[in-house]
C-alpha cells in the first residue's frame, strides 16, 4: 500500500510539472519562434543597421564614380560689370566691355581619362566589400540571437526542471514523515529529507532568476523599449539534420561573406593602383559651348550682328612633375594590395581551421544527444527503483538523495546538450549560410 501511495506521488509531481510547462500557462504573454526573434532582432540591431547603411552609402559612391565616365552637361548663367574709363574694354583690359553677359550651355565630357574608369571598378569593388559585411553583420546576429533565444528556452527548462525536483523532494518528505510515523525508519531521514526540500527551494528560485536574466538579455536585442511579458517556443528536441563535411566545405567555399569580403577588398587594392598611375597619364577632354557671351543680352549687337554662336574646345592636360607625389601614391597602393592579399589568405586560412572547429562540436554535439536522453531515462529508473527499494527499507535515505540529484543533473544537462547543438549548428551557418 505504502509502494503504491508512493509512486503514485511521483507520477502526480511529474504530471504537475508538465502541465505547468505547457505554453497554455503563458497565453497572456507574446509567443515567439525563432524566425520572429531573429525578424525582431533585424528590424532592432544597430550594428547591422550601420552595415547595411554603408552597404547603400557604397552604392551611392559606384553610381557617382560612373557618372563621372559620362559626358555632362549645365547651363552657365553669369553678368560681369567693369568700371568704364573711356576705352571699349574698361578698367580691366581682359573684359570685353563694361557689360558682359553670359548665358551658355556646355557639354564636358573625357576622352581618355583612365583614372576616372579606375575609381569606378575601385567604388564597385568597395561596394562589394560592404555588401559582404553586410551579410557578415546578418549572420553574427543570426547567430547571437539563436544562442540567447535557446538560452531562454534552457533556462525556462531547467526552472521547470527545478519546480518538479522540488515536488519530487516534498512528495519524499512526505513519505519519509508517514514511515517515520509507522515506526519504520529513523527521524535523521525526515530531517535529511527536510534539507533536501530547502535545497531544491532554493534551486528553484536561482533557476527562476536565470529564467528571467536570459529573458533581458534576449530582450535587448529584439525590442526598441524594455519588455519583459514574452516567451519562447520550445523547440529544441527539434532537432536540425547535420550536413555531411564535404557539403558544409562546398557551401562554405561558395557562400561564405568573409572571403568575399576579402577577395573583394583585394580587388579594391588592385583599382587603387591603377588609379594610382593614371596621374602619371595624360588626360584628354572635350567642351562644347552653346550660347552668348556678348556685351549686350540679345541675339544680335547693335551692328546687327549674330551674338548666339558655338565654340568647341579640347584640352590635353600632361602631367610634367609633381616631386614624386604620384610615384610615392602607386607605391603606397601596392603596399595596400600586398596587405589585403595576406588578410586573404589569413581568412581563408582561418575558415579552414573554424570550419573544421565548428563542424566537429556540431557534430559531437549531435551523438551526445542521444546519450544524454539515455542518462536521463536512467536516471529517472534508478530513482524509481531506489524509492522502491527505500519503501522497502533495502536502501538508505542518503541513496535517495543521491539519485534526486543525478536526476535533476541529467534533466539539467540534456536541456544544455540540446541547445550545445543548437547553438554549434548556428556558428557553422555563420560560415556557410543556412542549410
Given at each position: 500500500m505504502r509502494v503504491h501511495s508512493l509512486i503514485a506521488g511521483v507520477a502526480l509531481a511529474v504530471c504537475g510539472a508538465q502541465a505547468q510547462s505547457q505554453p497554455g500557462s503563458n497565453e497572456s504573454r507574446l509567443q515567439l519562434t525563432l524566425s520572429d526573434a531573429i525578424k525582431r532582432a533585424k528590424a532592432n540591431a544597430q550594428a547591422l543597421l550601420a552595415a547595411n547603411y554603408a552597404a547603400q552609402i557604397?552604392?551611392?559612391?559606384?553610381?557617382?564614380?560612373?557618372?563621372?565616365?559620362?559626358?555632362?552637361?549645365?547651363?552657365?548663367?553669369?553678368?560681369?560689370?567693369?568700371?568704364?574709363?573711356?576705352?571699349?574694354?574698361?578698367?580691366?583690359?581682359?573684359?570685353?566691355?563694361?557689360?558682359?553677359?553670359?548665358?551658355?550651355?556646355?557639354?564636358?565630357?573625357?576622352?581618355?581619362?583612365?583614372?576616372?574608369?579606375?575609381?569606378?571598378?575601385?567604388?564597385?569593388?568597395?561596394?562589394?566589400?560592404?555588401?559582404?559585411?553586410?551579410?557578415?553583420?546578418?549572420?553574427?546576429?543570426?547567430?547571437?540571437?539563436?544562442?540567447?533565444?535557446?538560452?531562454?528556452?534552457?533556462?525556462a527548462r531547467k526552472h521547470a526542471n527545478a519546480e518538479q525536483s522540488q515536488r519530487e523532494a516534498e512528495q519524499f518528505l512526505d513519505v519519509t514523515e508517514k514511515l517515520e510515523q509507522g515506526g519504520e525508519v529513523a527521524h535523521s531521514d525526515v530531517v535529511t529529507a527536510q534539507i533536501l526540500v530547502e535545497q531544491r527551494r532554493r534551486d528553484t528560485l536561482e533557476a527562476g532568476l536565470a529564467e528571467e536574466k536570459a529573458r533581458l538579455g534576449?530582450?535587448?536585442?529584439?525590442?526598441?523599449?524594455?519588455?519583459?511579458?514574452?516567451?519562447?517556443?520550445?523547440?529544441?528536441?527539434?532537432t536540425t539534420m547535420l550536413p555531411d563535411l564535404a557539403r558544409i566545405q562546398s557551401m562554405a567555399a561558395t557562400n561564405n561573406p568573409d572571403i568575399r569580403a576579402a577577395q573583394a577588398a583585394v580587388e579594391q587594392q588592385r583599382y587603387e593602383i591603377k588609379s594610382a598611375r593614371s596621374a602619371l597619364y595624360p588626360t584628354l577632354s572635350f567642351d562644347y559651348f552653346f550660347g552668348i557671351e556678348a556685351n549686350q543680352y540679345a541675339l544680335h549687337n547693335p551692328d546687327g550682328q549674330n551674338n548666339l554662336g558655338s565654340v568647341a574646345q579640347a584640352t590635353l592636360n600632361i602631367p610634367i612633375w609633381?616631386?614624386?607625389?604620384?610615384?610615392?601614391?602607386?607605391?603606397?597602393?601596392?603596399?595596400?594590395?600586398?596587405?589585403?592579399?595576406?588578410?586573404?589568405?589569413?581568412?581563408?586560412?582561418?575558415?579552414?581551421?573554424?570550419?573544421?572547429?565548428?563542424?566537429?562540436?556540431?557534430?559531437?554535439?549531435?551523438?551526445?544527444?542521444?546519450?544524454?536522453?539515455?542518462?536521463?531515462?536512467?536516471?529517472?529508473?534508478?530513482?524509481?527503483?531506489?524509492?522502491?527499494?527505500?519503501?522497502?527499507?533495502?536502501?538508505?535515505?542518503?541513496?535517495?538523495?543521491?539519485?534526486?540529484?543525478?536526476?535533476?543533473?541529467?534533466?539539467?544537462?540534456?536541456?544544455?546538450?540540446?541547445?550545445?547543438?543548437?547553438?554549434?549548428?548556428?556558428?557553422?551557418?555563420?560560415?556557410?549560410?543556412?542549410?
Open positions: 557604397a552604392h551611392e559612391d559606384t553610381v557617382q564614380a560612373k557618372a563621372a565616365l559620362l559626358p555632362s552637361a549645365n547651363w552657365f548663367n553669369q553678368y560681369i560689370y567693369t568700371q568704364p574709363n573711356g576705352t571699349p574694354s574698361g578698367v580691366f583690359v581682359p573684359n570685353d566691355g563694361p557689360h558682359v553677359y553670359f548665358n551658355q550651355a556646355n557639354v564636358h565630357g573625357d576622352l581618355f581619362a583612365p583614372g576616372k574608369r579606375a575609381d569606378y571598378h575601385r567604388a564597385e569593388a568597395a561596394e562589394a566589400v560592404a555588401r559582404a559585411k553586410a551579410d557578415i553583420a546578418v549572420r553574427g546576429l543570426n547567430a547571437t540571437v539563436t544562442q540567447d533565444f535557446y538560452a531562454l528556452a534552457a533556462a534576449l530582450a535587448v536585442l529584439l525590442f526598441p523599449e524594455f519588455r519583459q511579458d514574452f516567451t519562447v517556443a520550445d523547440d529544441l528536441e527539434t609633381t616631386w614624386g607625389a604620384a610615384r610615392s601614391k602607386v607605391r603606397q597602393s601596392e603596399i595596400r594590395l600586398r596587405q589585403a592579399q595576406a588578410d586573404l589568405t589569413f581568412t581563408q586560412r582561418e575558415l579552414l581551421a573554424n570550419l573544421n572547429s565548428f563542424y566537429r562540436e556540431a557534430d559531437l554535439a549531435s551523438t551526445q544527444i542521444g546519450s544524454l536522453r539515455r542518462s536521463l531515462d536512467l536516471s529517472n529508473e534508478s530513482l524509481q527503483l531506489i524509492l522502491l527499494r527505500y519503501q522497502a527499507g533495502e536502501s538508505t535515505v542518503l541513496e535517495v538523495k543521491d539519485a534526486q540529484t543525478t536526476l535533476t543533473q541529467a534533466r539539467d544537462a540534456f536541456s544544455d546538450g540540446l541547445v550545445r547543438y543548437r547553438v554549434a549548428i548556428a556558428a557553422l551557418q555563420t560560415l556557410t549560410g543556412a542549410f
